[in-house]
């Protein structure tokens, strides 16, 4: 009877310990993403009201902080083409123009690009959008639908 309640109590008390050694585990990874930094790498941080709106737009402020370093989920043919995605820049031919943060417009599944000061010699002017399926998407230039095409970077 002794021998059994040895290792009841043995068992009890190391299920204790690891769940105190867990409990501490997911407290010191998960937590309340507050500063730059928690925000640079987000995938084990916690997203509350305070820091919704920063957290969505970390890909629009990278241009001016330090921290935001990793990049959004890209489909396979765009990774080589990624910095500039990220960086958000528009090409016409060679001419390369990265956009504004206020030029750049997103709402509920839509995104509006405002472009100034981009020379209009040429026909083909790049996004720094990706396209995933092409049938999911409709473009417009000047409030009219206009035909589009994606490069060989999923770029529209």
Known sequence: MGGVALVIIAFITSMVISEQKF???EKSMYHIARSDKDMADPWDKLINSS????MLSIN?????NKYFTYNDYNKKSAREND???????VSIGSYRK???N???KSGYQEITYKLRGI???????TLPFVIYDKNNYKVYLNSREVEFYENKYSQL
């Open 119 to 125: 020379p209009s010699n040429s026909r083909i002017l």
């Open 102 to 104: 206020k030029d750049i």
């Open 60 to 64: 629009q402020t990278a241009d001016t």
């Open 98 to 100: 990265s956009i504004s």
């Open 83 to 89: 910095v500039s995605i990220f960086n958000h820049e």
């Open 23 to 25: 409990i501490s585990n």
């Open 51 to 54: 820091n919704y709106n920063k």
